[in-house]
């Protein structure tokens, strides 16, 4: 599939992993740091996201600090301020304060790398002791791994992987209906695809035909993939397939699904430009992946 790079990701950025074994002190000159604080980002008064100039006492904790990558030569950290009094906040430079999934005035490369710096500041938040042992562990490769100095285990990012599928019901002559999760708004729907994490011992593909046959009774086949997105909030990637239904005979599960229900591309076309449907959110995956079935046959 063509144009498959979701909102969240860049290929384009440098994370420059080599440079993450590499011990030095940090230089504010050759440095630009994006800062984090329980949930929120900054920026400044032009809501530029990249601070140049910060105090050195944010710099020196360095159990807080993530190396991210390089914009052309500059690199790039994340600090996150969540152990840091209000007392010391507030001598950092006038800011303001946003939540990346309500922040519309970013480009797809600075929400890119503000997820990936989300996923890794939270992750080293919620992994200070040792899964084995229970001591303290120590923050390693610049913040891409952590340590543990008394058994020695070392721990890494993990990311948990959700598969989201569209559903299609093929017809001779005709074009293909799709099955889609419909959810009651004021005076419409918004409607999205159906999704579940995938667990242990499970193929992308299991994954796909237990969820499906859980939330809307149905057995699928034929899946293919399509595309993936980060969702870094705080550690999932969302696999997007495509699979057939043999059967139009779907029951939905009154837990997770409320209604359900079967579009041809025309049909659906229709239903948004009058205004009664909004496909998925915005930048989300479930948007992508219905409106490239609407474009693949109308
Ligand atoms: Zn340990």
Redo the contacts with the bound molecule.
């Keep these: 599939m063509k144009n498959n790079i979701q909102y969240y990701s860049n290929s384009d950025f440098n994370r420059s992993v080599i440079s993450r074994d590499i011990t030095r002190s940090i230089q504010h000159t050759f440095s630009s740091f994006i800062l984090y604080n329980k949930g929120s980002f900054l920026h400044d008064a032009q809501q530029n996201i990249y601070f140049d100039t910060i105090p050195q006492e944010f710099i020196d904790q360095v159990e807080y600090t993530c190396f991210l990558g390089k914009i052309k030569t500059t690199e790039i950290y994340g600090i996150d301020l969540s152990a840091f009094s209000k007392d010391t906040i507030e001598k950092l430079p006038k800011h303001h304060t946003f939540r990346l999934k309500e922040a519309s005035f970013l480009s797809t490369e600075d929400a890119a790398l503000l997820a990936y710096t989300q996923g890794l500041l939270i992750w080293n938040q919620r992994h200070t002791y040792?899964?084995?042992?229970?001591?303290k562990?120590k923050r390693n490769q610049q913040g891409h791994s952590r340590k543990?100095?008394?058994?020695?285990?070392s721990i890494f990012p993990r990311i948990d992987p959700a598969v989201i599928v569209l559903i299609e019901y093929k017809r001779a002559h005709q074009t293909p209906l799709c099955l889609l999760n419909m959810h009651r708004l004021e005076g419409g729907y918004r409607c999205s695809l159906f999704s579940g994490f995938v667990e242990i011992g499970e193929s992308l593909e299991d994954a796909a035909i237990r969820e499906m046959q859980e939330e809307v009774d149905l057995k699928v086949h034929n899946i293919q993939y399509q595309a993936s997105q980060p969702w870094p909030f705080p550690a999932t990637i969302m696999i997007g397939l495509k699979a057939e239904s043999k059967s139009l005979d779907f029951t939905v599960d009154n837990d997770e699904i409320k209604e359900a229900r079967w579009f041809s591309p025309e049909e659906l076309q229709q239903m948004v430009q009058d205004k009664k449907i909004i496909i998925s959110k915005e930048g989300s995956i479930s948007k992508f992946l219905i409106e490239a079935w609407l474009k693949e046959h109308l």
């Design positions: 040792c899964g084995a042992c229970g001591s562990t543990c100095p008394s058994c020695t285990n």
